[in-house]
């Protein structure tokens, strides 16, 4: 139940976005991003993991290599590549606010999703145990604050700030909880997103053994979110990032708002580890406590972004909520998965998808599922979009579900007031 003080706040004040930034297998940037989704093609590709298998080869959508020496990179070149991917996003994000170095008063912070961390620099310490020293920043790098920090001491940042893990949720926690101390008046802004680059061994094997990463000759076609044939998705790495405003702090600096975050919920629901429970019980009241905050029914939204990962289960409970929530007009419902596009970056994909569905508002067009051939009759649903459409409403959403039973729903709105 979304409380009244939380509706007032937000109708009083509401929060704005005015930033984005992302880096991800579709390339460098948020029209990067947005050009893969709207053409539907999945940058994944074969790499190879003898030490998950021998001769294993897993299909996967990773990020463009980073060159250490590049300018940009100088004060995190030594840094996890978790970092250096974030730090790419968010700089992104901040150069599109146009925000200066925040002064004391305006109380500027930084939330933050991941679910692995600086995965790099633990391995790092790890595989040097018992032999060389290892260099004294290795402990704070190690941290999973180490992203926030940085870009603390980057931006000046002075608010407040945290690094959330609600595993695959973790970026849409951290946009609720950031925009949530806008809300409070304990921030002006807020940089909200996450960072993730788990493509290493240690955690494909994970994942492998757990029997949840798609397979399919071809790599791109790995994904295959509500399609008959699922049966898995493919890893990624990336990061995206958004800066929060409240609207006052916007009009009286003469920001440009790209949208409006008029809708959110995060919850924990008792689910075990899988975080599916075959009712779609936890999704339906995911989904519609964010709709009532943003005082949207289902049918107001133009597309809705699925949290879609292309295993035989989360689509099936993602598509039962649908079901349920939209009752007779489901027939109507635009919605589709743009996990192949970017891959599954885990904590940070919420992150990835706010800046689709925001992209989408601003563009006036709802971006295709991918490689959805055949549809699962099983799941009761209209197909979902299967090319670039006109965007019919001024609000878009986005679904996040996570292991041990952590889901988010974020509501977006091109109407300012």
């Known amino acids: 139940m979304i409380s009244p003080i939380l509706s007032r706040l937000l109708s009083d004040n509401p929060v704005v976005v005015t930033g984005l930034g992302a880096f991800s297998a579709a390339g460098n940037g948020v029209p990067a991003l947005w050009d893969a989704a709207a053409a539907g093609r999945s940058p994944a590709t074969w790499d190879d993991f003898p ?50 170095n925040p002064s004391p008063e305006r109380r500027t912070g930084v939330i933050l999703g991941t679910s692995r961390g600086p995965l790099g620099k633990l391995l790092e310490s790890h595989s040097r145990l018992g032999g060389r020293k290892l260099p004294p920043t290795q402990t704070a790098d190690s941290t999973f604050a180490a992203l926030g ?22 970026a849409a926690f951290a946009i609720v909880f950031a925009a949530e101390q806008i809300l409070l008046g304990k921030a002006e802004a807020m940089l909200a997103g996450g960072a ?47 800066v ?16 409006r975050l008029s809708g959110w919920s995060a919850r924990l629901e008792a689910s075990g580890r899988s975080g599916m429970d075959r009712t779609g019980d936890g999704v339906v009241e995911t989904m519609k406590e ?21 295993t035989k289960l989360n689509d099936a409970d993602e598509a039962m909520a649908f079901v349920r929530l939209a009752r007779e007009e489901t027939r109507n419902l635009v919605y589709g998965s743009t996990k192949p596009v970017t891959g599954h970056c885990l904590g940070t994909t919420p992150a990835l998808e706010a800046v689709l569905c925001i992209e989408a508002l601003r563009r006036g067009i709802a971006p295709p599922s ?3 051939f055949d549809l699962d009759p099983a799941l009761q649903l ?5 090319v670039a459409a006109e965007l019919r409403s001024s609000h878009t959403m986005s679904n996040s579900i996570g292991f041990w039973g952590h889901r988010a729903a974020l509501v977006f709105s091109r109407d300012f007031s």
């Not at 294993?56 to 991917?85: G, N, Y």
């Not at 870009?151 to 695959?168: D, E, I, R």
């Open 290 to 310: 964010a709709l009532a905050l943003a005082g949207l029914a289902l049918s107001d939204v133009g597309y809705l972004n699925a949290h879609g990962t292309g």
């Open 382 to 386: 209209p197909p979902p979009i299967s």
């Open 149 to 170: 920090g940085a870009l603390a001491k980057q931006f000046g940042l002075n608010g407040p700030g945290v690094t959330v893990s609600a595993t695959c949720a973790s």
């Open 196 to 242: 993730e680059a788990p493509l290493i061994p240690l955690i494909l094997s994970q994942f492998d053994s757990a029997g949840v990463l798609g397979s399919h000759e071809k790599a791109e076609e790995a994904c295959r979110p509500f399609d008959r044939s699922r049966n898995g998705f493919v890893l990624g790495e990336g990061s995206a990032f958004l």
């Open 51 to 100: 030490t998950v298998a021998p001769g294993h080869r897993l299909p996967v959508c990773r990020a463009p290599s980073l060159e250490p020496f590049r300018p940009e990179l100088q004060a995190v070149r030594k840094m996890d590549r978790t970092i250096q991917l974030g730090w790419l996003a968010a700089r992104e994000a901040w150069a599109q606010a146009e925000l200066e």
């Open 370 to 372: 991918v490689n959805c």
């Open 244 to 259: 929060l405003e409240s609207a006052r702090s916007a009009s009286a600096r003469g920001a440009k708002v790209l949208a």
